[in-house]
């Protein structure tokens, strides 16, 4: 199993940015493929981005391509998200995730391991 702790959430002005953070722990040899997800009040867990553990390769949801980046370093095993641009919208708590099994996985249920989430709040 992957223990996953994400940091980096807060309250931010529209137009502001935000880096959030994912630490990987335990079993984390066995990440394929890593995602951040978001679930606004109300609503359903959505794919934000996705990343290639060992490639680097990218995959974004449409509402935050060109405004998000999700980068890794394995060195430290930590999941990255540089959020700029951002939008009311984009109010969520956001999860960060991991699988060993599949690429571009955008569905939740692909994702054995997760963080506990970080609130990220965008005030107009």
């Known amino acids: 199993q992957v223990q996953l702790v994400e940091s980096g959430g807060g309250l931010v002005q529209a137009g502001g940015s935000l880096r959030l953070s994912c630490a990987a722990s335990g079993r984390t040899s066995r990440i394929f493929f890593m995602g951040w997800f978001r679930q606004a009040p109300g609503k359903e867990r959505d794919f934000v981005a996705g990343?290639?553990?060992?490639?680097?390769?990218?995959y974004y949801a449409d509402s935050v391509r060109g405004r998000f980046t999700i980068s890794r370093d394995t060195t430290k095993n930590t999941l990255y998200l540089q959020m700029i641009s951002l939008k009311p919208e984009d109010t969520a708590v956001y999860h960060c995730?991991?699988?060993?099994?599949?690429?571009?996985?955008?569905?939740?249920?692909?994702?054995?391991?997760w963080g506990q989430g970080t609130q990220v709040t965008v005030s107009s």
């Open positions: 990343i290639t553990w060992s490639s680097g390769s990218t």
């Open positions: 995730a991991a699988t060993p099994a599949c690429v571009r996985c955008r569905g939740e249920n692909e994702y054995p391991d």
